[in-house]
């Protein structure tokens, strides 16, 4: 029975990771955090039996403890919460589910606690690479990967030895507005953007995905998780979303994790590596697929990912720049505040004006994002 603890439970990812658990019955889930969704915490707790359950804040640690006097369950609130999960004695892995920065501090306690990482927190690495790789390996725990496209990756190399790796092919469906120019997006909604063609995401990273920001983060994310540098990264469109991600070796071969879009496959493949367990759902019929197509992004039209790999390059605090004012920029967005192309002028603007420190420590990280909002909070 491996012992599991996930933060950001009530969310995309972590309702995935729980239904997980619940088709094969041998995951405890012992801690569970989450934001506000107190009633759907309340049903995770009551479903999973977690001695130990965290919310953002204190009002809504209070509520959920109210609806749950009758279990004992420790309800906790804020970072100092979400770090006690992360360390808790009994788990062995630590779920990052959670959207934002906020990720990182409970990720690097777990791993001083000596608990592996199933990452599906982008920023952690994104904004914080050369500190949580060279931790990870002094603290000997693994970094599993949960998003498709590294997890597609971490498949391809199993067995394979990272210094023959000629380059990582990372693909993106597009998202829903590919073949698109600019003119073509003046006015589009924000119901426009949340329609993405293939997967059922929450709103930031559907959002993101319109933009190839997230692309852009995901290359960013592959530089740290697989020792592999930028010019070695191709971001490819593949716009069914059947093949997950490629590597191409330095004899020529190129080896692709294909499936259908289920985010299930690489939660699971996670929490259980490396074994592979039955996975109810559907299953690719080459029959009825017939053919895969595949484009180059459009990257004079969606600026999220050229803006990405140009943050990613200058380094130091500057990809917490881009993560941070990307991050506000959608908010914005989804408020109504600016149009969809604004998201792309608010992070230029933060990336501009921001002067880079080199070789940054956590606390310079964090001192990073909240000069950024600031920034554009002045400003928007």
């Known amino acids: 029975m491996k012992k599991i603890a996930i933060l950001g439970s009530t969310g995309s990812i972590g309702t995935q990771t729980l239904d997980v658990a619940r088709a094969n019955g041998d995951l405890q889930v012992v801690g569970l955090g989450a934001g506000s969704n107190v009633d759907l915490m309340e049903q995770q707790i009551r479903e ?10 204190e009002e809504k640690a209070a509520q959920l403890r109210s609806r749950i006097r009758d279990l004992n369950v420790t309800v906790s609130c804020g970072m100092e919460g979400m770090l006690e999960l992360a360390c808790l004695p009994e788990s062995e892995i630590l779920v990052t589910a959670i959207v934002g ?3 990182i501090r409970p990720t690097i306690a777990a791993m001083k606690a000596g608990k592996d990482i199933a990452l599906a927190n982008k920023e952690t690495l994104v904004t914080a690479g050369h500190l949580i790789m060279p931790l990870a390996e002094e603290c000997g ?34 998202g829903p507005f590919r073949g698109k120019k600019r003119k073509d997006l003046l006015h589009v909604t924000v119901e426009d953007a949340l329609r993405h063609p293939n997967w059922s995401m929450g709103h930031k990273i559907t959002i993101d995905s319109a933009t190839l920001v997230n692309k852009g983060l995901e290359v960013m994310e592959a530089k740290w998780l697989f020792e592999v540098d930028l010019d070695r990264i191709q971001v490819v469109v593949q716009p069914k979303s059947i093949i997950h991600s490629m590597v191409e070796f330095r004899d020529g071969a190129v080896m692709a994790q ?7 496959l690489p939660i699971q493949y996670a929490l259980y590596y490396p074994e592979r367990r039955f996975l109810a759902g ?24 050229p803006m990405a790999m140009e943050a990613s390059k200058r380094g130091g605090s500057m990809p ?3 993560n941070a004012a990307n991050e506000r920029a959608v908010a914005l967005f989804l408020a109504r505040k600016i149009s969809f192309l604004d998201i792309y002028d608010v992070i230029a603007g933060a990336m501009e004006h921001h002067r880079v420190m080199e070789h940054p420590n956590l606390e310079q990280i964090l001192d990073a994002e909240q000069e950024t909002y600031e920034w554009i909070s002045g400003r928007y």
């Open 258 to 264: 294909m499936g259908t879009p289920d985010m299930k």
């Open 141 to 174: 725990v693994r970094i599993f990967p949960v998003d498709s496209e590294h997890s597609a990756i971490f498949q391809c190399l199993n067995g394979e030895k990272k210094e023959e790796i000629a380059k990582l092919l990372i693909t993106a469906s597009g």
């Open 48 to 57: 999973f039996h977690p001695g130990f359950a965290v919310m953002e804040n």
């Open 320 to 322: 917490t720049v881009f």
């Open 101 to 103: 920065m906020i990720g």
């Open 282 to 305: 559907d299953r690719l019929d080459f029959a009825k697929l017939r053919e895969i197509t595949f484009e180059e992004p459009d990257m004079e039209t969606f600026r999220g990912l």
